[in-house]
Every structure is written in structure tokens, then in C-alpha cells.
């Protein structure tokens, strides 16, 4: 793994990640970077990394092991992430109390609101809406915990993915559209296909994450697993001919690469390496993907990781969404104009994680 990457994420590890997590405001992004320490643990074995999850986790779980905020994640898939954290935490410490929140966690799922053609609303406050975030948010989640039950019926989790591959893929690009909305009620949707309008980069690359999450989950357990690879490499010859000739990274907005304003974004980019790295690795992709991907991490390096002694990671946006929101906001109207006046944000989570990700995927590869 390059030095500048392993110095920057170690000090991640110490500094920033255990400083930002609290109860209240336990978020999705501290799952990714909870998953990303972990993988970068079983690695290089330094015990850095456990020192942060743990500390970390404290503002998940009391020391009991009981979820200190369950009000929030009902019926939401972004607090429904949560569920890769504990499964984290219950690898890391064993304790059978985290392992009975896990169940709970599912249980709750079971209740989760769908749409007509079967898919999880995003959120209640998204009724009738898909986004592309969630499936990563939920279904790797969904199969893990299914796994652990004895569960042997993944059709669920194959079915959501077939019906985002119907409604969001749009085959004269190449690429997945941000979210749809089956009820077309919303402002920001087309009102003939309920879709949004934008193709933003990380909404792609949490789908890309998840698709490669869940074969490694269900190859060898569900009989159309296959599914996720034909998806994978469908995405990937989507996506590849829209990167940067001179970062390697993907943009913001990833078919707008010359608009005023679009940017090449760290997050979405290194979700892209992760996803397609993991691919090659687990045979879904040839091999030759992996080399690709491999340009995308040093591209990232080399454009934003600024600094010897303390690197920061820059590039990062810092959040994006469609509709008021739970804080009102009339701007998030799906425009571009809407995603690129999104503030970017250094060492943001999304992108740190995202980043420890492909690095431990490159290094699992063998590059």
C-alpha cells in the first residue's frame, strides 16, 4: 500500500474517526469508515485501527451492547447501515448482546415500507421513492443477517436489484440515474418515468459497492447470483468511458464532464475502484479491470491528498439529496446546478472510507 495512503489512514484512525461519531448523530458514514477500518485491520494487523472501531463504537452501543438510538433508524435505510457497524463491533468484541441488536435490526427490516414492484422506500419521509444509496445501505446488511439466520431464499435481495436495473439504468448512456419515484409525485421527477434527472457519481458508486458486496455474500448460496456479476460488468463498461483523461477519477456529475462548476469527486471515484477492483478479485470482472481501477486510487492520491506530515484528503462531497428533506430545504431540486452547489468537505467520511476500501482491495489483489 502506498505510504502517503497507510500515514493518512493511521492517522485517521487515532485522530479523526473516534472524534466524529455521537449518539445522536450516528450516521451511514461512520459505517463505511467502521467497515473500512476493519478491512484495513485484517490486513495490516496494526492495532490502530481496533483502537478507533472501538472507541468508536461507543457512541453506537452502550457498554452493555444495546443501540443507544433506535428511534431514528426505524423504517430508514440510512440508519438501517447501521447494521454493518454492529456486525463490526460483534466481530471485534464477541459479545452476544450486539449480536441480539443485529437481529432486532433485521427484524425491523421485515416491516420496512416498499413500493409496488417490491423495492425498500428509501426513507418514510421518501414514501414511494428509490435511491440508489439504499440498496448498499440494506441489502448486504439483509443478506449477512439472512446468512447468519440459516436463511436459504435471497430472492428479495435479487429481486430489488432487477427492478433498479428496470426503472434507473438508462442503456443510451450507461449509467444509473440518482433515484425514481413510483408515485410520480415529486417535484424533482420526470413525470412520465419518475426518475431524477442527474447521474451522480457516488448515488452509482454506493450501487457499484453494493452489487459486488452482496455476491461475495451469496455466490456459492443463491442460484442467481450470477445476476450481480452480469450487473457489475454492465455498469462497469458504462461508467469506465466517462473518466477524467488526466485524473483517471470520475466527475460529480459523471456525464457533464465539461460543465461549468462539475469536479472530479473522491468519494464516488474510490467507490468505483472499490466495487471494480473487488470485481476483478472475486471473478466477476477480467482481470484487466482491476488495472483500471488501480489508476482511479492514484488518480485520487495524486489530485487530493495534499500534505507530508498530516495528509488531508480533499474532492469530497460533503452530502446530496432530493427533496425538503428533515430540514426543509427548497434547493435540492435534482438540477445540476443543484449537485454542484453541494460544499465539499475535507476528510469527510464518504471519502476517507471509501478510499481505505479500494486501498485494501488493491492490496488484496495484489497491486
Same mark, same amino acid.
Given at each position: 500500500?502506498?505510504?502517503?495512503? /497507510? ?19 450516528? $450516521? ?48 430508514? /435505510? ?31 427490516? &421485515? ?71 413510483? $408515485? ?31 455476491? &461475495? ?14 450487473? %457489475? ?6 461508467? %469506465? ?7 483517471? +477519477? ?18 464516488? $471515484? ?13 471473478? +466477476? ?9 488501480? &489508476?482511479? /486510487? ?14 488531508? /484528503? ?54
Amino acid at each position: 500500500m502506498n505510504a502517503q495512503w /497507510l500515514s493518512y489512514f493511521r492517522n485517521y484512525a487515532e485522530n479523526i474517526f473516534p472524534t466524529i461519531p455521537t449518539p445522536v448523530h450516528w $450516521s451511514y458514514k461512520d459505517d463505511i469508515t467502521m467497515r473500512g477500518e476493519e478491512m484495513l485491520l485484517a490486513l495490516t494487523g496494526d492495532g490502530a485501527y481496533r483502537a478507533s472501531m472501538l472507541k468508536a463504537g461507543e457512541a453506537l452501543l452502550t457498554p452493555e451492547g444495546r443501540l443507544r438510538n433506535w428511534d431514528d433508524m426505524v423504517h430508514n /435505510l440510512d440508519f438501517v447501515s447501521l447494521g454493518k457497524s454492529l456486525w463490526v463491533m460483534y466481530h471485534l468484541t464477541g459479545n452476544e448482546t450486539i449480536h441480539g441488536e443485529i437481529l432486532r435490526v433485521r427484524r425491523n427490516l &421485515e416491516g420496512h415500507p416498499r413500493t409496488k414492484v417490491g423495492n425498500y422506500w428509501h426513507k418514510n419521509i421518501y414514501p414511494w421513492q428509490v435511491w440508489l444509496d439504499g440498496l448498499y445501505m440494506a441489502l448486504p446488511f439483509q443478506a449477512e443477517t439472512d446468512i447468519d439466520r440459516g436463511v436459504t431464499d435471497f430472492s428479495d435481495i435479487l429481486d430489488q436489484f432487477r427492478q433498479v436495473r428496470a426503472h434507473h439504468f438508462v442503456t443510451e448512456t450507461g449509467l444509473y440515474l440518482h433515484a425514481w419515484d413510483e $408515485s410520480r409525485a415529486m417535484d424533482w421527477c420526470d413525470p412520465l418515468t419518475g426518475l431524477s434527472r442527474c447521474y451522480w457519481l457516488r448515488a452509482e458508486g454506493w450501487l457499484l459497492m453494493a452489487m459486488c458486496d452482496c455476491y &461475495e455474500l451469496l455466490r456459492d448460496r443463491a442460484p442467481d447470483a450470477g445476476l450481480f456479476a452480469g450487473l %457489475l460488468r454492465e455498469a462497469a463498461d458504462g461508467i %469506465l468511458p466517462y473518466q477524467d483523461p488526466e485524473t483517471r +477519477m470520475f466527475c460529480q456529475l459523471i456525464d457533464q464532464r465539461d460543465m461549468a462548476g462539475n469536479y472530479p469527486e473522491t468519494s464516488g $471515484s474510490a467507490m468505483v475502484a472499490y466495487a471494480l477492483l473487488k470485481g476483478a478479485r472475486l471473478g +466477476m470482472l477480467d482481470r484487466g479491470y482491476a488495472d483500471k481501477d488501480a &489508476e482511479i /486510487l492514484e488518480g485520487i492520491r495524486r489530485t487530493y491528498l495534499k500534505g507530508e506530515n498530516i495528509p488531508v /484528503l480533499y474532492g469530497i462531497c460533503a452530502s446530496a439529496g432530493l427533496g425538503p428533506g428533515p430540514d426543509n430545504r427548497t434547493d435540492r431540486d435534482g438540477t445540476p446546478r443543484y449537485y454542484l452547489s453541494e460544499k465539499q468537505s475535507p476528510d469527510n467520511q464518504h471519502g476517507a472510507a471509501a478510499c481505505m476500501m479500494a486501498a485494501a482491495e488493491c492490496v488484496r489483489a495484489g497491486m
